[in-house]
């Protein structure tokens, strides 16, 4: 290991210079919020029109088969748009995984892998002469139709919030942040499916709060551990409809006995 007076301990795990630990971090974004009680999480399938709900639905532990469309005929393998992608997941037995994906507009393409329990995230590789997205690109269940992740309409990359812990890791959650344009408040909540460092699958607890009005509430301090198949992620309780806000969050993900 090279060592550089000063150099902070971030920036070793960034250069790879601390084996067995990495970055792992979350973002998002999100327009024209209703105020569900149960809150909405920080992505754009709500608003672009192809997600189904507020909260990104949860995929059972068993795992499914995804496949990926656009609204848009020129998200082709010879279109304007996005030509092909990679989608970043986890599988049932929590390893990481990732699949390349060649569009065919409408019409939608399926994963080799029929045990997938959570999207990551989902981007670009090639694209035609308009450099983004034509349409909306959707990962959405093959079987049921109900969407996890999305490319938005002229965007390159997924800006959708939860990430999974893989097998043979913890996470450690170090810090959070969200702002909000628009002038009415907003409640915004970082959680996790755990409690201490122990799983509880299916339910998001409370690991920080913030409310804003149109405003940056700065880099936020966490300092929590999630555990293997934990789901992190910041969901927000709108006082008005019609919100717009983004949201992060970052940690150290460390593999089992480094």
């Not at 550089?4 to 999100?30: C, H, M, Q, T, Y």
């Not at 997600?51 to 848009?72: C, E, M, Y």
């Not at 999630?226 to 006082?239: E, G, T």
């Amino acid at each position: 290991m090279t060592f550089i007076p000063n150099e902070d301990f971030k920036a070793k795990v960034l250069k790879g210079d601390v084996p067995g630990w990495s970055i792992l971090r979350g973002f998002g974004e999100r327009e024209g919020m209703g105020v569900p009680t149960n809150g909405c999480d920080v992505w754009r399938g709500n608003d672009s029109g192809v997600g189904g709900d507020d909260l990104i639905p949860l995929i059972d532990s068993a795992g499914i088969q995804i496949s990926v469309k656009s609204s848009s005929a020129n998200d082709t393998s010879a279109g304007t748009g996005v030509r092909t992608i990679r989608l970043h997941y986890i599988k049932a037995d929590g390893t990481e995984d990732s699949e390349d994906l060649v569009m065919n507009g409408t019409t939608g393409v399926t994963t080799t892998d029929t045990d997938i329990v959570h999207v990551q995230t989902l981007h670009a590789l090639t694209v035609g002469s308009n450099t983004v997205a034509a349409g909306n690109i959707t990962a959405y269940a093959t079987v049921g139709g109900d969407v996890y992740n999305l490319i938005a309409l002229g965007g390159n990359m997924s800006m959708t919030m939860p990430r999974m812990v893989p097998a043979g890791h913890k996470l450690l959650v170090m810090g959070w942040d969200a702002e909000i344009s628009s002038n009415d408040r907003i409640a915004f909540r970082l959680r996790s499916t755990d409690d201490e460092g122990v799983l509880i699958e299916g339910v998001f607890l409370f690991k920080d709060a913030a409310y804003m009005a149109k405003s940056n509430s700065g880099q936020l301090q966490a300092l929590f551990t999630a555990p293997a198949f934990s789901i992190v992620k910041v969901s927000a309780w709108p006082d008005q409809t019609g919100g717009e806000c983004s949201a992060s969050w970052w940690g150290y993900l460390v593999a089992d006995g480094s």
